[in-house]
């Protein structure tokens, strides 16, 4: 029997081949290792992050949060300050490694249901001068919800703040140039839209703020800059034990991600899941958390069914016996369960879906 099929917001379904390029041991030291994969792998991602020039990547060992404490571990220098938009948990998260790393900053909060204030923030870098930096993230997987990346980035441009997106969930899987957008920092991470596994996260910045980091990081193994200047002066050498097999799925991803037609179809193919999956559950008589105009066609909050007998473990069980694996919800005012529909998951599979969740209706 085929595994069940990950409907989450990663580690995701993968490919059978990017799962099948994991079958070898690689050498860090030598070239096959380091210039053929690890080299493409920063070139590749930086045409796909952007058409404009002045940005190199970075590719940095751990989960996503590695990557998101790296950059906010060494972007900010200790006179400088970052404003941390915080609409869900991995906004919270940004906080607390600011917190934690003694990084200077001030956060705006909203409810997990609420969308960012472009006011407010107009308001807050008007009022604090010391403000040198802005962190949001770009699709809160708490929710599903699309932050609106496009304004926030026009008031950073405006007030000449560098702006930090967490796009961990949505670089890959959503349209959209970080040149155009004067983003400074992006980060996402090898298994999410990309469709590779767990292991790595990336970062894709603006050459001349990288040489900003030099000097600064908070961490030995984060250094943003160091790791940057190893890849840059050695031909893509990590500076400690590179995740081999997960680069080598992630090239192979890279390549999937080519032969589909680049992001604008992947793109189309999340948001056709996600579209098929909201009618097909409405039409079961669940309901979306958000209205239509602020969900993302990464991940989906449903409330949970009011029944007295549902419990979300045994619905969960339910699918999972069908072959389908979905996620808790992570919103502390409602009750919710989500469903992602990014990786190697296509129309069919949520059909089946569906079909699967209407017999497990009767089982509640
Ligand atoms: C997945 C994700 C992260 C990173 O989470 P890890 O568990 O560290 O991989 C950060 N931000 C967002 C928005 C995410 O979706």
Redesign the pocket.
């Known amino acids: 029997m085929d595994h069940y099929k990950l409907l989450t917001?990663?580690p995701l379904t993968t490919s059978a081949t990017v799962k099948q390029a994991m079958m070898a041991d690689w050498c860090t030291w030598d070239d096959d290792y380091n210039i053929d994969i690890v080299q493409k792998i920063r070139f590749q991602l930086i045409e796909l992050a952007t058409t404009k020039k002045g940005y190199s990547s970075v590719l940095m060992q751990g989960?996503?949060?590695a990557s998101?404490e790296s950059v906010l571990g060494s972007a900010i220098a200790n006179n400088e300050k970052v404003l941390v938009i915080d609409n869900g948990a991995?906004g919270k998260r940004m906080a607390q490694i600011c917190q934690v790393l003694k990084v200077n900053h001030q956060v705006i909060h909203y409810t997990e249901t609420t969308q960012p204030s472009i006011n407010e923030i107009s308001e807050a870098l008007a009022q604090d001068k010391t403000i040198t930096h802005l962190a949001m993230?770009h699709?809160?997987?708490t929710t599903g919800m699309l932050n609106p990346v496009e304004e926030v980035a026009a008031i950073c441009r405006q007030a000449n703040i560098v702006f930090i997106l967490?796009a961990?969930?949505s670089f890959g899987g959503i349209e959209f140039d970080i040149g155009n957008l004067d983003i400074g920092f992006m980060i996402s991470?090898a298994n999410?839209c990309i469709q590779g596994v767990p292991g790595f996260g990336f970062i894709i910045a603006k050459h001349s703020l990288l040489e900003q980091c030099k000097g600064q990081a908070k961490s030995l193994s984060l250094d943003l800059y160091d790791q940057w200047q190893t890849m840059e002066n050695s031909q893509g050498k990590w500076r400690f034990t590179s995740p081999t097999h997960v680069v080598r799925a992630f090239a192979q991803a890279l390549k999937e991600l080519a032969g589909e037609q680049g992001i604008s179809a992947r793109s189309k193919r999340y948001a056709k899941n996600q579209s098929l999956l909201v009618h097909g559950m409405r039409e079961l008589g669940f309901e979306p958390l958000l209205p239509t105009q602020l969900q993302s066609p990464i991940i989906t909050s449903f409330l949970s069914p009011q029944e007295s007998q549902y419990d979300f473990k045994r619905f969960y069980l339910a699918l999972k016996s069908q072959g389908f694996v979905i996620y808790p919800g992570k919103v502390s005012n409602a009750d919710c369960f989500r469903i992602g529909n990014i990786g190697e998951i296509f129309p069919e599979d949520i059909e089946k879906l569906l079909s699967a969740i209407a017999k497990s209706r009767y089982w509640l």
């Open positions: 917001p990663g989960s996503g949060t998101v991995y993230v699709c809160e997987t967490d961990m969930s991470s999410k």
